[in-house]
T-cell receptor, first 113, second 113 residues
Framework: GDSVTQMEGPVTLSEEAFLTINCTYTATGYPSLFWYVQYPGEGLQLLLKATKADDKGSNKGFEATYRKETTSFHLEKGSVQVSDSAVYFCALSDGTGFQKLVFGTGTRLLVSP | NAGVTQTPKFQVLKTGQSMTLQCAQDMNHNSMYWYRQDPGMGLRLIYYSASEGTTDKGEVPNGYNVSRLNKREFSLRLESAAPSQTSVYFC????????????FGSGTQLSVL
């Protein structure tokens, strides 16, 4: 079945460092891809999405590009802030119905001043 | 804006006890979902309700029941709690079943002793 694999965390960075969180997927069709973020004590929030190959999703300085040839959707940010400390989840949907949204295991990001 | 509200935030149960987790949304969304979040396993779908009056099993429904009380409310019941049900439970909603932007509540941390 469909699956999402994320890099193990925690990822520990200093403020203003460059961030990459790797995400690869396995899917039989043409999925939509998502990044969700969970801040401490809160539920998940949609951060960005891409619905087809070569699409780039972006929001709050974060970007991710849908790479069909490498089945990847890596999350990047040029300069992280302490407020970006959170858990980041990569997810996919086959587009036929939300009930088929599949989440990765999450990657915790810790940013120090 | 309240969004998705879950109660309680924390609960400790003894094995065999029953309880109901409550969820309500004020965004006039049609579809609602219950997920559980376990360390190293990401989020897994327990049950969902595509629209008022319908409910369907997700990936891990065993040991749970749900009720879509009305368009706003979707409850999750544990009839006889087991230690394997120790988890963080999230309720979520979307405008429609094929709309993939989830809005999450802040979660219920449940411990079964």
């Amino acid at each position: 079945g469909d699956s999402v694999t994320q890099m193990e965390g925690p990822v520990t960075l200093s403020e203003e460092a460059f961030l990459t969180i790797n995400c690869t997927y396995t899917a039989t069709g043409y999925p939509s891809l998502f990044w969700y973020v969970q801040y401490p004590g809160e539920g998940l929030q949609l951060l960005l999405k891409a619905t087809k190959a070569d699409d780039k999703g972006s929001n709050k300085g974060f970007e991710a590009t849908y790479r069909k040839e490498t089945t990847s959707f890596h999350l990047e940010k040029g300069s992280v802030q302490v407020s970006d400390s959170a858990v980041y989840f990569c997810a996919l949907s086959d587009g036929t119905g939300f009930q088929k949204l599949v989440f990765g295991t999450g990657t915790r990001l810790l940013v120090s001043p | 804006n309240a969004g998705v509200t879950q109660t309680p935030k924390f609960q400790v149960l003894k094995t065999g006890q029953s309880m109901t987790l409550q969820c309500a949304q004020d965004m006039n969304h049609n579809s609602m979902y219950w997920y559980r979040q376990d360390p190293g396993m990401g989020l897994r779908l327990i049950y969902y309700s595509a629209s008022e009056g319908t409910t369907d099993k997700g990936e891990v429904p065993n040991g749970y029941n749900v009720s879509r009380l009305n368009k706003r409310e979707f409850s999750l019941r544990l009839e006889s709690a087991a230690p394997s049900q120790t988890s963080v439970y999230f309720c979520a909603s979307t405008r429609t079943a094929t709309n993939e932007k989830l809005f999450f509540g802040s979660g219920t941390q449940l411990s079964v002793l």
